[in-house]
């Protein structure tokens, strides 16, 4: 058994997956404690050669779409003690797998999950300051009210969180009619069954601002938003 998963579910990333698997070969965890498992989620590009290529040590090729689907692919094949999510187009610093280690083995009782911030690799000002205020204060604030004063988990990005297999067990919260917009949201609120979830701003993972620049930065804020909201008064 690994101390560590980190599961990664990739469609169509045969672009973005190097760079992530690339900053996992060179955590400063030993690479022995801890396993990478890709999840292709039906891709129609070479994401599996690139995953076999890039290190991973498992590769599944999920054909039912759905970003929370693959990640309970993913969880069904995990062997750690802690299980992290992180998105293919993240790239977490150095000590991103030691600080998910040194999380649990101090974490309060109560805890369910730990998450982290993305932060974007844009030029945009307004992404810089919402974000800043976001990851600084709304998102620790959130996740603290909402998970340890209503018992609805709290809040998390579903690209950096991590949680104990027992969490996973007991709490069953990857619910796959999830696909996109709500699927973190959902994982949240449904840890609430066992803990909340802490929100820690010491593990950051740089992320793709690509959906800011296809969709527009307020109105993929807008939807997120809205998406939280539903999903926690369901």
């Not at 560590?4 to 190097?18: F, G, K, M, R, T």
């Not at 840890?191 to 820690?200: E, L």
Request: glycine share 6%; charged share 25%.
């Amino acid at each position: 058994m690994k101390r560590i998963s980190v599961i990664i579910p990739a469609y169509n990333e045969e672009n973005s997956l190097p760079r992530a698997l690339s900053a996992l070969s060179r955590q400063d965890f030993p690479r022995d404690d801890f396993e990478i498992i890709v999840v292709d989620n039906n891709s129609t590009d070479a994401t599996t050669d690139i995953a076999r290529r890039w290190g991973a040590d498992v590769v599944i090729f999920e054909h039912r779409a759905g970003t929370n689907q693959a990640r309970k692919t993913g969880l069904a094949h995990a062997s750690g003690e802690i299980v992290a999510f992180l998105d293919a187009d993240c790239v977490p610093p150095r000590e991103w797998v030691s600080r998910i280690n040194e999380f649990f083995a101090a974490a309060p009782e109560g805890v369910a999950a730990v998450a982290g911030p993305y932060n974007f690799d844009t030029e945009h000002y307004a992404v810089y300051l919402v974000q800043d205020m976001y990851w600084r204060i709304l998102f620790p604030s959130l996740s603290f009210v909402v998970g340890r004063v209503l018992n609805r988990g709290g809040a998390m990005l579903g690209g950096n969180f991590a949680a104990p297999k027992k969490s996973f067990d007991e709490a069953n919260p990857i619910d796959p009619s999830y696909a996109f917009f709500g699927d973190d949201a959902a994982i949240a609120r449904n840890f609430g069954k066992v803990g909340w979830v802490q929100f820690d701003n010491s593990l950051g993972v740089n992320s793709s601002s690509r959906r800011f620049k296809r969709d527009g930065f307020w109105k993929t804020q807008w939807r997120y938003a809205k998406s939280y909201v539903q999903v926690m008064m369901k």
